[in-house]
């Protein structure tokens, strides 16, 4: 008498483990292997990264008409308030306020190139607006904004003030002991310039990067393919 009972074969296709194997085969094959999607993806996220940093011309256009109000209120006053050759002590004979005319450029240097110096600050003029077209860093804004101003201030007096346009004399005022006569854009070219040049030392640049993070990556990377 025969078995006519069917008998249970188990087909390769049924088969629960190797149809649960099948996509986690294809995904660590996928992850285990690195490609070029995986850089266009960081490269995109790098540069969505940059792009949703905010453009800081505002702030630099704001500290620049800032710095450049206050520099011209200054003279102003010390021009109608001081009189030449009679300083006013603030701190005894430390700190006066002195009305200098000053043909050359910031602390009284280089007083025989009156228009040497003017077409050097027009230049740094454009190159600060330049670069404030797609500035991100808000360190370089405050920086550039403090050089702006004040080139913008002592430019105003070069043109506007005698002997005459491109030969104008800087108004000078404050005197601090042996240190020479200066204005306020003197002073906020120096400092907008040492800040400069100490966020260029730390790695900050102007679009908001920093050179730091950009090796860190570029390392981590590397050390993830190893």
Partial sequence: MSDDRPTDSPSPDSSPDTAAERPETAADASAAVPGPASDVGSASAASGDQARRPLRTRMLIVIAFFILAFDLVTKIAVVHFIAPGRPVEIIGDVVTLRLV??????????????????????????????IGRTLRSPWWAIGLGLVLGGALGNLIDRFFRSPGPLQGHVVDFVSVGWWPVFNVADSSIVCGAILL????LLG???NGERVSSKKD??????AEQK
């Fill in 197 to 200: 040049v100490a966020v260029s």
């Fill in 217 to 222: 990556v570029a390392n981590s990377g590397a």
């Fill in 204 to 206: 900050f640049e102007p």
């Fill in 101 to 130: 005319r000053n043909p050359g450029a910031a602390f009284s240097m280089a007083t025989g190139m009156t228009w040497l110096l003017t077409i050097v600050a027009i230049c740094v003029v454009i190159a600060v607006i330049r």
